[in-house]
């Protein structure tokens, strides 16, 4: 639920959401800068006696940064699905129930989307919030639909959206810079394109506003953000195909119409036209720049306890895995207050030897995830995140070692309000003695944001971060040799915060053949498959799509000499050979 300057409404909001006969896990409030107590009202006994989960915000982003922000504070709740509400919406009853119900029950798969019937005060139909019948829908997809009591749709409003969380992490949040006006339709309709939405009339919602009446009434400087919206809505997003822009684009242009025919001050509206014309030719900020401007940050008070996270698979040398657990554990001057390691696989006896002699040999718990079949070093992470008890996960490969003091500067970044930091590191041959080249991350936040729909500015061997923004972003996933860069680029563009240290922090183990392994049709084949999923999440532009295919592809097919030469001057960002 995201709120402003609602104080009476958001306690008869949240008291209807209490009441409700299928109660949430969790309860999300997003306070978007509000002035007039609702802070302080979060701030109390109140939100405590409720079990709300209260995120403060520095600036108003309207509800498109607001439910960004919740989005993926709720996705920390591990939940099955979201209820993005308004906060001068009250549910009845049973609302949340029969959008669960609908979900559950529908023959065709789970719908990506599920829309209340939103009523105004005095039982209308509010016209703003009625979501119409999906244009061109098939004899199947209404049949599904009516044996669930609902009706297919292509959009929705925030106003009471029920969404389902596994869709989110594939699709990723609300672009938080839409501020207000078409931040759902183009929200609603990303998550339902290729899947399902349905309008449940059963699910029913009152939405108090102040004055009863439709998107035709003057809007003034609203009208502002719809037009610079709606431009970016049909040009940059891909939450709608072309015959779908071509259909909603002349809807578009016929409302915009009679917007005009009835203001009052047609000479305002033209110049909002021209302003959002102007402004919609410019892409949408990032979610991290829009968000870092208005999140604190998140920092923790004290010491905090944190999770060494390790996974090891069959053809990990024993003495490399000790070594790298030792040097991450007991070597430390700050170390792990748990250990989770996870076998991902079946391994060799010498392996499996060791594995046994770590759990019972470390001071600190460990907890030992034995995967029945190798699934992947994604997989893997994720079932060790879900593993873990702590918020703040340090990552470590199973042949690198970290240097003594590791923890005590990552750990520290963290507790001051980071949510991923890496550091540099120092690449080794035989021994940590055999220092062949170091590894410089960029440092500057935005240098970090920049950088990151290029290239990989975290050393994945080396990061530490906070768990919740890890779920949040949907975890690792399934994305073959790269799946720690689209996790860190989903992480940063739905406004984690990210940091790096330049110092290097753990030595990375470059055997035969590990340049070998930067190239080849396998690694080809994901690093398109990556590409493609920036372009869907709308992360990368056509142009940057173009370029990193043309560049990082091209990369994978070159030599492996020349492979070497252009991994230390290009993308690892390095700073030169160097000795410890």
């Not at 699910?203 to 970016?232: I, L, Q």
């Not at 996960?393 to 199973?398: C, K, S, T, W």
Request: glycine share 8%; net charge neutral; aromatic share 6%.
């Amino acid at each position: 639920m995201v709120t402003w300057n609602r104080r009476e409404l958001l306690q008869e909001s949240l008291a209807a959401v209490r009441a409700q006969t299928h109660a949430p896990a969790a309860v999300v409030v997003v306070d978007n800068a509000s002035t007039d107590g609702t802070t302080e009202l979060l701030d109390s006994a109140y939100a405590t006696e409720l079990g709300l989960d209260v995120v403060h915000l520095r600036e108003n982003t309207g509800g498109a940064g607001g439910f960004a922000v919740g989005i993926e504070r709720a996705l920390g709740h591990h939940p099955d699905l979201v209820w993005l509400l308004d906060d001068d919406t009250v549910p009845t009853p049973t609302a949340a129930a029969e959008l669960v119900r609908a979900w559950q029950e529908h023959p065709g798969g789970h719908p990506a989307v599920l829309a209340s019937k939103v009523v105004w005060t005095d039982g209308r139909d509010h016209p703003m919030n009625t979501p119409r019948a999906k244009p061109g829908v098939s004899a199947a997809e209404t049949a599904a639909a009516d044996s669930v009591g609902a009706v297919p749709i292509r959009s929705a409003s925030f106003v009471s959206l029920m969404c389902d969380a596994a869709r989110i992490r594939e699709r990723g949040l609300p672009v938080a810079d839409y501020f207000l006006w078409n931040d759902d339709f183009e929200y609603s309709t990303r998550l339902i394109r290729g899947g399902t939405g349905l309008y449940c009339p059963a699910s029913v919602v009152v939405h108090k506003t102040r004055v009863f009446g439709a998107t035709d009434a003057d809007p003034g400087e609203r009208f502002f953000y719809e037009v610079r919206n709606k431009v970016w809505m049909f040009s940059r997003s891909r939450s709608l195909s072309v015959p779908e822009k071509a259909l909603y684009g002349a809807s578009t242009a016929r409302r915009w119409a009679r917007t005009f025919a009835k203001s009052s001050d047609r000479r305002v509206l033209r110049r909002a036209l021209g302003r959002g014309l102007r402004a919609g030719v410019h892409r949408p900020r990032a979610n991290a720049r829009v968000l870092a401007e208005a999140r604190p940050t998140a920092a923790v008070a004290g010491r905090q306890p944190f999770t060494l996270l390790v996974s090891t698979y069959g053809n990990d040398e024993p003495a490399f895995l000790r070594e790298a657990v030792l040097s991450s554990t007991t070597a430390q001057t700050r170390p792990p207050d748990e250990v989770v390691l996870v076998q991902d696989g079946p391994v060799p006896e010498s392996l499996a030897a060791e594995i046994k002699h770590l759990v019972t040999a470390l001071p600190m718990p460990v907890v030992h995830l034995a995967l029945p079949a190798n699934l992947g070093l994604g997989p893997a992470l994720d079932a060790g995140l879900a593993a873990s008890s702590h918020e703040i996960v340090a990552r470590m490969d199973a042949d690198d070692v970290s240097v003594p003091e590791r923890f005590e500067h990552q750990v520290a970044v963290i507790e001051a309000g980071a949510d991923i930091v890496g550091s540099g590191l120092l690449e080794f041959g035989d021994s940590i003695e055999d220092v062949v080249g170091r590894r410089t991350p960029p440092t500057d936040p935005e240098e970090i944001r920049r950088v990151i729909r290029f290239r990989d500015p975290f050393n994945h061997p080396t990061v530490v971060y906070r768990r919740s923004a890890v779920l949040a972003a949907g975890g690792y996933t399934d994305m073959a040799l790269l799946e720690d860069y689209l996790l860190f680029t989903r992480m940063v563009e739905g406004g984690a915060a990210p940091a790096n240290l330049a110092e290097p922090l753990v030595y990375y183990r470059v055997g035969a053949g590990a340049y070998a392994r930067r190239g080849g049709t396998a690694l080809l084949r994901s690093e398109l498959r990556l590409q493609r999923r920036f372009r869907e999440l709308g992360i990368t532009s056509r142009a940057e799509y173009l370029r990193n295919v043309v560049v990082r592809g091209g990369y994978r097919l070159v030599p492996e000499g020349v492979r070497k030469v252009a991994y230390r001057r290009l993308l690892a960002n390095r700073t030169g050979p160097a000795r410890r």
